[in-house]
C-alpha cells in the first residue's frame, strides 16, 4: 500500500482510499493533485543533489500526468535543468525523452505552463509544423507562440508580418497583451499590412492597460515608452 499526501491537511493517506480519513478531501476524485502534491513533498525536502527523492518526486508526477496534472512535470523539467548545472549528473538526459512527451501531451491539452516549454522542446526544424498543427486546432499557447514567431523570428521561423498580424489580431481580441501589443505597435507606426492609425493605437493601448498584471506588465511599459518616445510626433 502506498501512501500520499492530502492536498487539504497534508496527512499521509492511502493511495486508494475514497476520501482523506482526516478532514474528508476526496483523494479518489482528485488523484492528479493528490500525486502532485506527494511528488512536491519529496521535489521540497530536495536541498542538494539527492538521486532518490527526486525519482520519488518523478513517480508521483508521471502519475498525475497520467490523471491531467501536469504540473509536477513541469518543474521537473526545470528542476532538472538547474540540479544538472549544479551537479553533473546525467539526471536531466535520463528522464528527457519522456519530459518532452509529457510536455508535448500537455501542450496539446492546452496547459498555460507548458507554452514555455515548448519553445525549448522543439527544434527549429520542426516548430513551425507543431506550431502550425495545433494552431489549427484552436491551441491559444500554439498561435501565440506562432504569431510570435511570425514577428520576430522566434522559435526558428521565418519572419512574416501578414501572417503574424491575422494570428495577433484574432488573440488581440480574446484579451491577449502581447497581440494587443503588436497591434498597437503597428498602429502607431504603420506596417506593410496596417495603415498608420493613432486612435486604433490608442485604443489597444488602453486595451492593454486594462488587462495590465504582473505577468505581462511589460507589455504596457513598453507601449508607454513607445509613446513617451514620439512626444514631438
Ligand atoms: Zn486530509
Keep these: 500500500m502506498s501512501l500520499v499526501e492530502c492536498p487539504e491537511c497534508t496527512k499521509e493517506v492511502s493511495e486508494k482510499a475514497k476520501q482523506c480519513i482526516q478532514c474528508g478531501y476526496p483523494i479518489e476524485d482528485e488523484k492528479g493533485a493528490v500525486y502532485y502534491g506527494t511528488g512536491l513533498k519529496y521535489f521540497n525536502e530536495i536541498t542538494e543533489f539527492n538521486q532518490e527523492k527526486l525519482d520519488l518526486a518523478f513517480y508521483w508526477w ?60 522543439l527544434s527549429p526544424e520542426n516548430a513551425l509544423d507543431t506550431l502550425e498543427n495545433l494552431s489549427k486546432k484552436g491551441n491559444k499557447n500554439a498561435m501565440g507562440l506562432l504569431a510570435t514567431g511570425y514577428s520576430h523570428g522566434s522559435c526558428g521561423i521565418t519572419i512574416d508580418i501578414k501572417k503574424a498580424t491575422a494570428l495577433h489580431l484574432e488573440l488581440a481580441e480574446d484579451g491577449n497583451p502581447v497581440s494587443q501589443l503588436f497591434l498597437a505597435e503597428s498602429y502607431y507606426r504603420g506596417t506593410e499590412v496596417i495603415a498608420l492609425d493613432e486612435k486604433k493605437a490608442f485604443y489597444w493601448g488602453e486595451k492593454i492597460h486594462s488587462n495590465k498584471n504582473d505577468t505581462y506588465g511589460y507589455c504596457f511599459a513598453d507601449y508607454q515608452e513607445m509613446v513617451n518616445n514620439n512626444k514631438d510626433r
Excluded at 513541469?74 to 512527451?101: A, L, N
Design 62 to 121: 508521471r502519475k498525475a500526468a497520467e490523471n491531467n496534472d501536469y504540473r509536477g512535470l513541469v518543474r521537473m523539467y526545470w528542476g532538472t535543468r538547474e540540479f544538472t548545472c549544479q551537479f553533473p549528473s546525467k539526471t536531466y538526459d535520463e528522464h528527457r525523452e519522456f519530459i518532452d512527451k509529457w510536455i508535448k501531451i500537455g501542450v496539446d491539452s492546452g496547459n498555460h505552463e507548458c507554452k514555455y516549454l515548448i519553445i525549448d522542446t
